[in-house]
């Protein structure tokens, strides 16, 4: 029966109201959510980055790749805390404009720049790694005998 005496008696907090009466006058304005709205959106956090020249942004000590077009501006990073180096949603003048990922380091080094443009175009492929001769396969190699 304690909450029940906890809502009907006067808070200073209220006003001299019981949490009941104050409820009863607000209730009106208390709206259920559509199936259309994204909750997973609403409980992200929200952090304000400038894109550097190399068209990265940092959030948390990791490196995220966005947009070209948005070299030097500030753009808000929406995410979730509990999940480091997942995609992170991009928004720029108050529009979803991208969703970064995680910087892949290798293939960013193979990247043209041309910052005149701010465009990136892709070199030529990188290689695959050459697979070097093991010691294993030493011993089995006819002049090594």
Partial sequence: MRGFEYHQSPHK??????????WAMRSADV???GPEL?????FL???KRRVHKD???SLDGVLYEVDPALVGEVVTLHYDPAKPGAPIDVWHQGQKVATARVVDAYANCFVK?????KTLEPAIAPRAPQPGLRMR???DHPEAH
Avoid: K, Y
């Fill in 13 to 22: 907090g209220l006003a001299g109201q019981t949490p009941l009466d104050a």
């Fill in 31 to 33: 709206r259920i959510p």
């Fill in 38 to 42: 994204d909750l997973r959106e609403i």
């Fill in 45 to 47: 956090f929200e952090q």
């Fill in 55 to 57: 068209r990265t942004v």
């Fill in 113 to 117: 720049r041309h910052h005149a443009r």
């Fill in 137 to 139: 396969d030493l011993h």
